[in-house]
C-alpha cells in the first residue's frame, strides 16, 4: 500500500532555513503527482508545492514562489521540500500528499501522510 511519512520540521528563526522530507513507498507507477500542503490553526488547508514525478514540471503557491523549492530523488523515492527565508506566517503543520494524477496542481489527492511541524519565531 502505498505509505507517505514527512519529517524535518522544527523551530526556525524567521530568515532561516528549514529542510522537509517525504519518504514514499508502494507506488507501482511513476505516473503521480506529489507535493506538500499546510494548515495553519483557524486557516484552510492550502496546497504549498507539487510536482509531477516524470517530469519535475512544479507548482508553487504565490507566496513561497523564489523562497521554497521542491525536489524529489528518484533513487530513493523521497520528496524534498527546501524553505528558505522563512517567515512567520509559514507557521504550519505540513503534510505530504500524491495523486494518481500527474497534475502538479493536484486537484486531487488520494494519499496523504503524516504532518511534520514548522514553526517559525519572529
Known amino acids: 500500500e502505498v505509505q507517505l511519512q514527512a519529517s524535518g520540521g522544527g523551530l526556525v528563526q524567521a530568515g532561516g532555513s528549514l529542510r522537509l522530507s517525504c519518504i514514499t513507498s508502494?507506488?507501482?507507477?511513476?505516473?503521480?503527482?506529489i507535493g506538500w500542503f499546510r494548515q495553519a490553526p483557524g486557516k484552510a488547508r492550502e496546497l504549498v508545492a507539487a510536482i509531477n514525478w516524470i517530469s519535475g514540471s512544479a507548482y508553487y503557491v504565490d507566496s513561497v514562489k523564489g523562497r521554497f523549492t521542491i525536489s524529489r530523488d528518484n533513487i530513493k523515492n523521497t520528496l524534498f521540500l527546501q524553505m528558505d527565508t522563512l517567515k512567520s506566517e509559514d507557521t504550519a503543520v505540513y503534510y505530504c500528499a500524491a495523486s494518481r494524477r500527474n497534475s502538479a496542481t493536484m486537484p486531487e489527492v488520494d494519499y496523504w501522510g503524516q504532518g511534520t511541524q514548522v514553526t517559525v519565531s519572529s
Open positions: 508502494g507506488f507501482t507507477s511513476d505516473d503521480y503527482a
